[in-house]
């Protein structure tokens, strides 16, 4: 399968598709009433820096959830105070489908596919119904808004006038887009990276003006209560953490999933920088080093929800623009058979899950660690692959530097 033919010719049949996506979507969030939980939650963060109340210290729907993120994001989640319930949710319904055809653009733009009206309706047709893209939609959540920051910062031309503030933004909203930082500045992207720093420095410092008790709060206590987001032993969690805990039946595996992400962390952003370093300006390299750190991010992150998963589309885009179109299918596949929602997870059988339901239960996790050890795999290969061809070349350097030094002496 190739761009060429993975393109949809027609824009007629390209828009009726998305047409009838649309519509499916919108029937199924009519009849099941969907809550957008998520979205609920960004409005009381909202309310509570309008009010003036405390920021961590309420919880609202059902689930009892509480605020999660840097006081910086909850005074951005203020105009979401401004409209009713019914309105904002609608809001957040077609903003996220719009989201969804930026994030496929800026995809084909990080791989180099050429980018076309038809193939922008399809490819986002089909996305939505995507395991992570769908549950971003279903909760409301700011998944996608978050990965089009990183990507569009990611892909703008290198010295361009403000690289890396995007980025800075986007983990001064969440933490976790900061791993990007640490990708800027391992492949030499140094001021990109600093003015990147810069950025989520001014996010705490504004959010520090405007909230100094939330962000000390935040900062120095509420950063390290991981348990504050939720279990990370349920078949929602689809990090490291979530896939140890499950294998061992263990709520809290400690150093038998600390050692294995701290060696995961350092293992993918080294792959990162020796992938993007081995085609320089070559978009597959970049785009290989960009999806190792993303799915170094989400691996190595105590919790890791499904939703977090939205860069399965960039991953898919890769593949396709690589002519891989079998593992294309094979991975698409994967991230719509909402495997670990069919099993058993009601109070805490996630956690006595038999060993033949464990792949089920941590599908994401495993694809992660599989293309992570099989790049690897292939960049040491072509590393030996280039000592055992030219050993002579080696000789002969040896050898001319010796001349020379003689020469000299």
């Known amino acids: 399968m190739t761009a060429r033919t993975a393109t949809f010719r027609s824009p007629t049949a390209a828009a009726l598709l998305l047409g009838l996506s649309l519509a499916a979507l919108a029937a199924l969030c009519v009849v099941q009433r969907v809550p957008m939980a998520d979205t609920l939650v960004y409005r009381a963060e909202g309310a509570a820096v309008a009010d003036g109340r405390d920021l961590y210290g309420f919880t609202v729907t059902e689930w ?8 910086f994001a909850a005074i951005l989640f203020v105009p979401t105070t401004w409209l009713p319930l019914g309105a904002l949710k609608a809001v957040f319904l077609a903003g996220n489908v719009a989201l969804l055809a930026l994030l496929v653009r800026l995809s084909c733009t990080l791989v180099g596919l050429p980018v076309r009206v038809p193939l922008l309706c399809a490819a986002t047709a089909v996305g939505l119904w995507l395991e992570p893209v769908f549950q971003t939609v279903l909760f409301g959540q700011i998944n996608l808004a978050l990965a089009c920051l990183v990507l569009w910062d990611l892909t703008r031309r290198p010295g361009t006038l403000g690289k890396g503030f995007a980025l800075g933004v986007a983990a001064g909203i969440k933490l976790t887009p900061a791993v990007f930082i640490a990708y800027y500045l391992l492949t030499g992207r140094v ?26 709060d935040f900062f120095t206590r509420r950063v390290f209560e991981t348990g504050r987001v939720g279990k990370a032993w349920i078949v929602d969690n ?17 150093a038998a999933w600390a050692v294995p992400a701290a060696l995961v962390g350092v293992g993918g952003l080294w792959l990162a920088a020796r992938v993007h370093a081995g085609t320089p300006g070559s978009a597959p390299s970049s785009a290989r080093a960009v999806l190792v750190t993303a799915l170094t991010a989400l691996l190595v992150s105590p919790i890791s929800w499904s939703h977090h998963w939205v860069w399965c589309v960039p991953l898919l885009a890769l593949l396709v623009a690589e002519g891989r179109g079998r593992l294309a299918a094979g991975v698409a596949a994967l991230f719509t058979a909402r495997t670990f929602w069919l099993l058993p997870h009601q109070g805490d059988l996630d956690l006595r899950l038999p060993w033949w339901q464990q792949p089920l239960a941590s599908p994401y996790a495993l694809l992660g660690l599989g293309l992570g ?3 690897l795999a292939s960049v040491l290969g072509q590393q030996n692959v280039r000592v055992v061809e030219h050993p002579q070349d080696d000789e002969q350097e040896a050898a001319a530097r010796h001349h020379v030094l003689s020469h000299d002496l």
């Open 238 to 254: 689809q990090s490291l953490q979530g896939l140890v805990a499950r294998v061992l039946h263990e709520a809290e595996p400690g």
């Open 191 to 216: 001021r990109e990276g600093l003015t990147a720093l810069a950025s989520l420095a001014g996010t705490v410092a504004f959010g520090a003006l405007a909230l100094p008790g939330a962000t000390v």
């Open 373 to 375: 050890l099989g790049l």
């Open 64 to 71: 009892q959830l509480p605020a999660t993120y840097p006081p």
